[in-house]
C-alpha cells in the first residue's frame, strides 16, 4: 500500500507496480465482480503487460489475496513483542488488533477487499488457509510465551484459533455493514466474549 523506510529505488518502484496493479485489480473486481474480470482487462486498466503481471502474482487471486499477506507477521511481532506478564487474552487483543486497526484506517479500499474475499468461494478459501498459517504462527509464539508445547499441548492452537475466529466474524460484521460500525470497537467487543477461555488461568 505503501513504500516502507529504508527501501531501495528499485524496491519503491517495484512496489509502485505492485500498487498500481492491485490497484486496476480492485477496481475492476470491485466493479465487475471477481469472475468477470480477467487478467488481460487487469492489465490493460493498469498499463503493464501480461509478463510484468506475472512477475508480481501467480494469479488474479494472489492479487487480492496479497493485500492481506502482511497480516500473519504483523500479528505475530505484535504478539512477541508484548510484555512478558500480560496476560494471554490481552496479549492476543493486542496483537489481532494490529490488521483490525490497519483495515479502519484505509476503510474503503479494505472493505472492497474484504467484501471480495468474504462473497467469492475462491478467495475465501485462499483466506482460511492462510488463516490456519497464521493459527499456528501465533500457536508457536503463545506456546513460547507461556511454557507450553504447542505441538503437544492443545492450548496454544486453540487460543490462537479461537482469537482469529474473533477476527473473522469482525471483519463478516464490519463487512456486512459496509464499514458503517468500528471494526476496532467489533473486536474489543468480541474479546470480552472469548478472553475468559483464552486465559489458563481462567480456564
Do not use: N
Amino acid at each position: 500500500m505503501s513504500t516502507r523506510p529504508g527501501q531501495t529505488l528499485a524496491q519503491r518502484k517495484r512496489q509502485l507496480v505492485s500498487d498500481e496493479l492491485t490497484e486496476a485489480a480492485l477496481q475492476l473486481l470491485a466493479l465487475k465482480g471477481f469472475d468477470a474480470v480477467t487478467v488481460d482487462e487487469i492489465v490493460a486498466t493498469a498499463g503493464v503487460s501480461k509478463r510484468t503481471f506475472f512477475r508480481y502474482f501467480a494469479s488474479k487471486e494472489d492479487v487480492v489475496v496479497q493485500f492481506l499477506a502482511d497480516m500473519g507477521a504483523d500479528m505475530r511481532t505484535g504478539l512477541a513483542g508484548r510484555p512478558a506478564a500480560e496476560p494471554p487474552a490481552q496479549a492476543l487483543l493486542h496483537a489481532v488488533r494490529i490488521p483490525v486497526t490497519t483495515c479502519a484506517a484505509h476503510s474503503e479500499r479494505a472493505l472492497r477487499v474484504v467484501q471480495l474475499i468474504l462473497r467469492t468461494p475462491a478467495l475465501l478459501a485462499r483466506f482460511l488457509e492462510r488463516q490456519a498459517q497464521w493459527r499456528d504462527d501465533l500457536a508457536e509464539e503463545l506456546a513460547r510465551r507461556v511454557g507450553r508445547d504447542a505441538e503437544t499441548d492443545l492450548y496454544p492452537r486453540l487460543a490462537a484459533g479461537t482469537a482469529l475466529t474473533a477476527f473473522h466474524v469482525v471483519l463478516q460484521r464490519w463487512s456486512a455493514s459496509d464499514a458503517a460500525q468500528d471494526p476496532v470497537a467489533l473486536l474489543d467487543e468480541a474479546f470480552t466474549v472469548v478472553a475468559p477461555a483464552l486465559d489458563p488461568a481462567r480456564g
